[in-house]
């Protein structure tokens, strides 16, 4: 009667089952793993035995010997992770302190709390003065289409005041078609075209956002920045009206003391307009670095709305009319708190914006 190389199988797995339970730490498996699945093992030997059987019976034979080795595997593996957690838990036994053994003293750990940076608490703060004023904050896109940041305030291609603006383009469509803003007046276009389509004139709103152009950072200017601008659409507006808005907001946030003056100006985008300047924070009036010596600082640029502004977006300029203004929200805070350079703002030292709160 011929016999098989593996009529021994399940004797022989049991014995490699239990000499896996047997184990009891890492270095033992280690030590033992050639002999219970390597190729020192009898599965090893077995398996190579089998070049000795018939074909059919091979085929069968070869099939309980990996079941019997997937067995034996799995139960290695599982003995492999219970020995890990025990040797794990040994060693943060080893390592744990005995507090009874050590002294504890108090540690005090300076602690500092964020707050909003100095843009952002006056940009709250201007808004707060004009919505006493009677206005409402709107909001509007930092990247815009060309029509809005320019054709539709009476920029259109080519004209020579888009040198006024130095311009980052973004790489959408076609070329120097889109636009990360270089003011907040888009802001202006999109509230008159909604007003148009709801029938919701007149309009008295603020806009904040922030702003991007090519400029070269010093003492007044930095390349991006927050401006808020102002827009009235109502009936039989003057520029005394103007003159009065920027006089009250300066005042109001500024202080009595400080005065605001109006220069003749152009933009594009209103007519007539002008620049207002109000009285240096910083050398009240005597003349200084920071305002070239003049006394004066201009704050932003201001003007009715050009007839053209109105046409683009539908409405009547022989019913309505407006005025605008506008300023850096960095400026006035450079002013309100008498800061001398305004790159201070965008050099990260906390004893600077620790300051501010």
């Known amino acids: 009667?011929?016999?098989?190389?593996?009529?021994?199988?399940?004797?022989?797995?049991?014995?490699?089952?239990?000499?896996?339970?047997?184990?009891?730490?890492?270095?033992?498996?280690k030590e033992a793993e050639p002999f219970i699945t390597g190729k020192r093992s009898i599965l090893s030997a077995l398996q190579k035995s089998l070049g000795q059987l018939e074909a059919v019976a091979r085929a069968d034979a070869g099939a309980l010997l990996q079941e019997a080795r997937r067995e034996v595997e799995a139960a290695l593996e599982a003995r492999r992770s219970i020995l890990s957690s025990q040797a794990r838990a040994v060693a943060l036994e080893s390592d744990r302190l005995d507090l009874g053994d050590v002294v504890v003293s108090a540690v005090t750990v300076p602690v500092s709390v964020g707050h909003p940076g100095l843009v952002g608490s006056t940009q709250r703060e201007l808004e707060d003065v004009f919505v006493g004023m009677g206005f409402v904050v709107a909001e509007g896109p930092e990247v815009?289409?060309?029509?809005?940041?320019?054709?539709?305030?009476?920029?259109?291609?080519?004209?020579?005041?888009r040198g006024m603006w130095d311009t980052f383009y973004v790489e959408l469509g076609e070329p120097e078609t889109v636009v990360l803003r270089t003011h907040t007046s888009p802001t202006q276009i999109h509230l008159m075209e909604n007003a148009v389509a709801n029938n919701s004139l007149p309009i008295h709103a603020v806009a904040p956002g922030t702003c991007y152009r090519r400029d070269t950072p010093d003492a007044r200017h930095l390349a991006t920045f927050h401006q808020i601008e102002g827009l009235i659409v109502d009936r039989n507006i003057t520029f005394a009206d103007l003159a009065g808005v920027i006089e009250t907001f300066t005042h109001a946030y500024f202080g009595p003391d400080i005065e605001s003056r109006l220069r003749p100006a152009f933009f594009p985008f209103t007519e007539p307009s002008a620049e207002f300047e109000i009285t240096c924070t910083i050398c009240r009036g005597e003349g200084c670095r920071t305002c070239s010596n003049t006394g004066w600082i201009e704050l932003g640029g201001c003007g009715m709305l050009d007839p053209a502004v109105l046409s683009a977006v539908g409405i009547d300029g022989d019913e309505w009319s407006g005025f605008a203004?506008?300023?850096?929200?960095?400026r006035c805070g450079q002013m309100r708190h008498q800061i001398a350079d305004m790159r201070a703002l965008i050099e990260n030292d906390t004893r600077f914006l620790g300051q501010f709160s």
């Open 1 to 29: 009667m011929s016999t098989s190389p593996l009529d021994n199988l399940a004797a022989q797995k049991a014995e490699l089952l239990e000499k896996v339970t047997s184990l009891s730490t890492l270095d033992e498996l």
């Open 144 to 161: 815009e289409t060309d029509w809005y940041n320019f054709e539709a305030l009476n920029i259109p291609p080519a004209h020579p005041s």
């Open 325 to 330: 203004f506008g300023f850096g929200i960095e």
